[in-house]
């Protein structure tokens, strides 16, 4: 209905950038994206141009306005940014001008700042403090090596003329015009500058890496007043009442709202996050302790996560560089051809591990080839080698909790994929659940700004209608058969991280 109000949800990711409008109810009222450019300048380094982020954005925003009609464009009432997470960006506070390229959260060239940091000690209390681990995946080495290598950096530094942000501050700095330079704390949480626990940033560890703390943006929780969008921009006038980080808000919008309760996101990586409630849940098996999300007064819910840094841009390798699927649903089709595998394994490490072995030198294998493997063999194995990957963060996700998760709700766009969900429910022995809407990131925000608008009274008036439309895959692969199959995926993921001995 026209007069019902409605919420805008702004999700920038790797590979495009998106905006959606959604009702009071979290559904669906209509999208639109634009396509953004991602740069490899050498092997392990992925980088972006922070304006084409910017005009990304925009552009997904006056498609979507011209998509409504003057009703429902005047039933927006608020606004929310998700996000790509510790991709950073450094600007100059008095022009706004970039210095130098976004540093994409992929991107492993700061591996051995990394090291260094680790030799000289310090990773123990940045693991303590922040709950992440010292690896080029988190913002702050990037911050250093801009510092370091980028000459607009330093003399922005010089100057006292710097910001920081992740991808959210970048984007509410551009929507409000430099008046709002801000940072939630579910971003904030991956910067590796957090205290995860006191929610405030930790002045030794911007020392350690050269930043200011007048370069920082303002921290502030995950609901609130954020300023509105400016006159010129489409939208112009909505309240920005909302900043979460892409893969918190992907859980938020699958209402995994209790301890326990679980979501796999297939985007360009894979991320596996279990809500584990006001507790701070530590893993000594290299998954990560993370802010899921806060309310208005900044008190937190906590998650326990698993990153992996490649699952679609496994289907786009397929696509662009092997050359055997002209679009991406092709990779259904081919591994459809085939009754199984035949013994062939793809591990997706193509910019190095995330969880668990957090090696960036690492890099991605196709083994168990024979005179008779064929393409859907290889598409096969590429699907099983993302539901694999993930099976791995389950598992260890499980010894943490000291529980099973019992059901898996999954989205982003390569859930789309039957072969591959039925491979995550073979692999991990859950329940997995897909949404009939598969944009719960853009949900996810879009609801938390429903809170702070005061359209939408609690989350958990949304609980029962989460099945409504929604395909579920059970497992069909006895305990023998999936310990076997992980053992020898095990072994195939030995190999990638020893490719070079």
């Known amino acids: 209905?026209?007069?019902?109000?409605?919420?805008?949800?702004?999700?920038?990711?790797?590979?495009?950038?998106?905006?959606?409008?959604?009702?009071?109810?979290?559904?669906?009222?209509?999208?639109?994206?634009?396509?953004?450019?991602?740069?490899?300048?050498?092997?392990?380094?992925?980088?972006?141009?922070?304006?084409?982020?910017?005009?990304?954005?925009?552009?997904?925003?006056?498609?979507?306005?011209?998509?409504?009609?003057?009703?429902?464009?005047?039933?927006?009432?608020?606004?929310?940014?998700?996000?790509?997470?510790?991709?950073?960006?450094?600007?100059?506070?008095?022009?706004?001008?970039?210095?130098?390229?976004?540093?994409?959260?992929?991107?492993?060239r700061t591996a051995d700042l990394c090291s260094q940091w680790k030799q000289e000690g310090l990773e123990r209390e940045w693991c303590d403090r922040t709950g992440l681990l010292l690896d080029p995946y988190f913002s702050a080495s990037k911050i250093r090596w801009l510092l370091l290598h980028e000459p607009a950096a330093s003399q922005a530094l010089a100057n006292n003329d710097l910001c920081f942000g992740t991808v959210e501050s970048w984007l509410l700095w551009q929507l409000t015009a430099g008046e709002r330079h801000c940072s939630d704390m579910s971003n904030a949480s991956r910067t590796l500058l957090m205290d995860l626990e006191h929610r405030e940033w930790v002045e030794p560890f911007c020392d350690t890496i050269g930043l200011p703390l007048n370069a920082l943006p303002e921290l502030v929780p995950c609901r609130g007043e954020f300023g509105a969008i400016q006159s010129g921009q489409p939208f112009a006038g909505v309240a920005i009442q909302a900043l979460l980080g892409d893969q918190q808000a992907a859980t938020l919008g699958q209402l995994c709202l209790n301890p326990g309760e679980a979501k796999c996101t297939y985007g360009t990586g894979a991320f596996l996050v279990v809500n584990t409630g006001q507790e701070i849940r530590r893993s000594s098996a290299g998954l990560l302790s993370t802010l899921g999300w806060t309310d208005a007064q900044g008190s937190a819910t906590y998650c326990l996560e698993g990153s992996l840094f490649n699952a679609g841009t496994v289907v786009q390798w397929l696509r662009d560089g092997l050359g055997i699927i002209d679009n991406a649903a092709q990779v259904n089709e081919l591994a459809e051809e085939v009754e199984n595998a035949a013994g062939v394994m793809m591990v997706p490490a193509f910019t190095g591990w995330g969880t668990p072995h957090w090696d960036p030198s690492a890099r991605g294998l196709l083994i168990g080839l024979t005179r008779d493997s064929?393409?859907?063999?290889?598409?096969?194995?590429?699907?099983?080698?993302?539901?694999?990957?993930?099976?791995?963060?389950?598992?260890?996700?499980?010894?943490?909790?000291?529980?099973?998760?019992?059901e898996l709700a999954v989205d982003g766009g390569a859930a789309a994929s039957n072969p591959l969900l039925q491979a995550q429910a073979n692999s991990t022995g859950l329940k997995v659940r897909r949404p009939a809407n598969l944009e719960s990131t853009a949900r996810g925000v879009a609801l938390l700004a429903g809170l702070q608008a005061g359209v939408i009274t609690s989350l958990n008036e949304l609980v029962p209608h989460r099945q409504e439309g929604a395909e579920v895959f059970m497992p069909k692969l006895d305990a023998t058969a999936r310990e076997s199959w992980l053992c020898q995926w095990n072994d195939a993921v030995t190999r990638s991280l020893h490719w070079r001995d």
């Open 1 to 108: 209905m026209a007069d019902q109000p409605l919420l805008l949800a702004l999700d920038q990711g790797t590979s495009s950038s998106r905006a959606a409008v959604f009702n009071a109810s979290g559904q669906l009222i209509a999208s639109a994206s634009a396509p953004l450019a991602i740069d490899y300048p050498a092997d392990g380094w992925v980088q972006q141009d922070p304006n084409a982020i910017w005009l990304s954005q925009q552009q997904a925003m006056a498609a979507l306005e011209q998509q409504l009609s003057a009703e429902q464009r005047s039933a927006v009432v608020s606004c929310g940014i998700t996000n790509q997470r510790e991709t950073t960006v450094l600007w100059q506070r008095s022009n706004g001008q970039p210095c130098g390229p976004a540093l994409v959260w992929q991107d492993g």
């Open 374 to 406: 064929r393409r859907g063999h290889i598409a096969r194995a590429a699907l099983e080698g993302i539901a694999l990957s993930v099976a791995t963060l389950v598992q260890l996700a499980e010894q943490s909790l000291g529980h099973g998760l019992g």
